[in-house]
């Protein structure tokens, strides 16, 4: 993968969002969108059929992230406020335990063996690594400073973490727990992670460019500009594009991760902060008035689940919820 110097796709900056008639991604089974809003300390579960909101889950004070387990049996949500991680059962939507992670726990990731979790706790620079069944501590691990999030590779070997306080990425080695490299300057506010389906990048957001790297070297081989402030990440399930909300442009890009470069730009959706992609769709949290980070900077007027038709590159619909929505998944 040599490196591309890749130019911005155009971008058009928008308040005003669209609500179209809803039917059911083509090909999809029954799933639900799972979101954690921080201004009403819950998790809201929508029909990703109707779109309609049918639960409700307590959780910690300003439920930040949520993460399902590979089963779909579990979810995790990283409570920034209570510092400390809800786990819920996720078919009778219970919270079954909380677990006391590190000072504003933002993000939890999950090897994919579903035998570990990975804890990012932005306020103390650490990352904590769990046994996911006995939800047992088993290392606290210094990574750089603020880290967001983490990705395992898909042999579960290592994460890469996203440090958004210095624009790193630690690497961390799972067997050893420990920090074995740090990839420099991708980008202050370094964020969203996602791993490419095929597991040869890892794609980090932040400092208004998102930088690929290639998992076999650990260096940095491209990047990809596109609108003001990239931030959530996600990819597609047929891993040809990488979906990225870019906050200040009230716009979602969709980039082609073969070429790395932007393909389409969906416009008209304010403030998108998090994002997830399923059945032909991604799914969008748009910020409220923001309990957590910046306010003037993230705050708007629509807090919602805004859902975009990949195929049309177009808003399809929104899903008011008040509050302060964050975090978004699909359990399928």
């Known amino acids: 993968m040599g490196r591309h110097g890749i130019v911005r796709g155009g971008w058009w900056a928008g308040a005003g969002l669209l609500f179209l008639l809803v039917g059911a991604p083509v090909g999809a089974d029954a799933y639900e969108v799972w979101v954690t809003n921080q201004g009403l300390n819950k998790v809201q579960v929508i029909d990703g059929d109707s779109l309609?909101?049918?639960?409700?889950?307590?959780?910690?004070?300003?439920?930040?992230?949520?993460?399902?387990?590979?089963?779909?049996?579990?979810?995790?949500?990283?409570?920034?406020?209570?510092?400390?991680?809800?786990?819920?059962?996720?078919?009778?939507?219970?919270?079954?335990?909380?677990?006391?992670?590190?000072?504003?726990?933002?993000?939890?990731?999950?090897?994919?063996?579903?035998?570990?979790?990975?804890?990012?706790?932005?306020?103390?620079?650490?990352?904590?690594?769990?046994?996911?069944?006995?939800?047992?501590?088993?290392?606290?691990?210094?990574?750089?400073?603020?880290?967001?999030?983490?990705?395992?590779t898909s042999d579960g070997k290592r994460a890469y973490v996203s440090n958004g306080g210095d624009a790193t990425v630690s690497i961390v080695d799972v067997t050893k727990r420990e920090v074995v490299k740090t990839i420099p300057a991708v980008g202050q506010g370094a964020m969203g992670m996602v791993l490419t389906l095929d597991g040869k990048a890892s794609v980090v957001t932040g400092g208004g460019k998102t930088s690929v790297i290639d998992t076999a070297t650990d260096a940095v081989v491209a990047e990809v500009l596109t609108g003001k402030d990239p931030h959530g990440a996600a990819l597609t399930e047929d891993g040809r594009l990488i979906l990225i909300a870019d906050r200040q442009s009230d716009a979602v890009s969709l980039v082609d991760s073969g070429t790395w470069k932007v393909v389409a730009t969906v416009p008209n959706v304010e403030r998108p902060d998090i994002i997830e992609a399923f059945g032909g769709r991604g799914f969008i949290t748009t910020r409220g008035q923001a309990v957590t980070g910046d306010p003037h900077a993230l705050s708007g007027k629509n807090p919602a689940l805004v859902v975009i038709d990949l195929q049309r590159r177009q808003v399809h619909a929104t899903v008011p919820l008040g509050g302060d929505p964050h975090g978004v998944a699909v359990k399928r």
Request: aromatic fraction near 4%.
């Open 52 to 152: 309609k909101i049918i639960g409700e889950i307590s959780a910690g004070t300003k439920p930040h992230n949520v993460t399902f387990s590979r089963d779909f049996k579990r979810a995790y949500v990283a409570n920034v406020g209570s510092n400390d991680v809800t786990v819920i059962d996720a078919t009778t939507r219970q919270a079954v335990k909380t677990v006391p992670a590190g000072k504003t726990a933002h993000h939890v990731a999950v090897s994919p063996d579903d035998r570990l979790l990975l804890v990012s706790n932005p306020g103390e620079h650490t990352v904590m690594l769990f046994d996911a069944t006995s939800l047992d501590l088993l290392k606290t691990i210094p990574v750089g400073k603020g880290p967001a999030m983490a990705v395992f």
